[in-house]
């Protein structure tokens, strides 16, 4: 929690935020991995998914992991018999706790990951962009993070194997590391000050 807290403190400072919230949907690189990211509660209650579609051969399932906190939520979301527009409490989370989507191929019998380093392929298999409510496909839905799911761990990488919508999601921005490095010198910088003025007393 403390080094999410440093993080996005760091982030906000370096002036690296919403380049991460600009992004289309659905996924507009297909056959390319996404970038990684960190999904964060943005207030203390619970996470309300609604579910918007699928495109994909194998049968899959959802659930959040609150890897702050340690909680799992059921499985919800069976992406071939749920109609698009359902809605499911996912359970509560505090704000900023670190979240962690997970898909379940049940036909493979294998779990997909938001978190890039519990992949067998190393790759972020979750794509999320803020969306501000209204239409997609032919359903309305609140303003939340959209994201979308991939099943497999080759060259499709198109993100919309399960694919939902989130209440109380955010997405932390990424520092730049060039913006980081400036800040890392300065904070250096004023350090270095602050102990000389303490030992000229």
């Known amino acids: 929690m403390r080094r999410l807290s440093i993080v996005l403190a760091l982030a ?4 690296a935020a919403p380049t991460l919230l600009a992004d289309s949907i659905p996924y507009p690189n297909a056959g390319t991995p996404t970038s990684p990211m960190t999904l964060v509660a943005t207030a203390t209650g619970d996470v309300t998914g609604y579910f918007v579609g ?4 194998d049968d899959s399932v959802i659930r959040m992991v609150d890897v702050t906190s340690g909680i799992d939520s059921a499985y919800f979301f069976p992406n071939h018999s749920t109609a698009p527009g359902t809605s499911q409490d996912f359970g509560a989370v505090n704000e900023g706790d670190i979240l962690v989507f997970e898909l379940y191929d049940i036909n493979a019998n294998q779990t997909f990951s938001t978190d ?3 992949n067998i392929d190393g790759v972020n298999h979750g794509y999320a962009t803020a969306f501000a ?12 993070t959209y994201l979308g799911m991939e099943d497999t761990s ?14 109380n999601v955010g997405i932390a921005p990424t520092p730049e590391p060039g913006s980081l490095l ?4 300065g904070i250096l910088g004023v350090a270095g000050t602050l102990r000389r003025k303490m030992f000229a007393r």
Do not use: R
């Open 12 to 15: 906000s400072l370096a002036g």
């Open 54 to 57: 699928q495109s994909a051969g």
């Open 116 to 118: 890039a380093s519990a």
């Open 133 to 144: 409510g209204g239409l997609l496909g032919s359903n309305l839905f609140p303003a939340g």
């Open 154 to 167: 080759w060259f499709d990488y198109d993100y919309n194997d399960n694919q939902f919508l989130f209440t």
């Open 182 to 185: 400036l800040l890392g010198t």
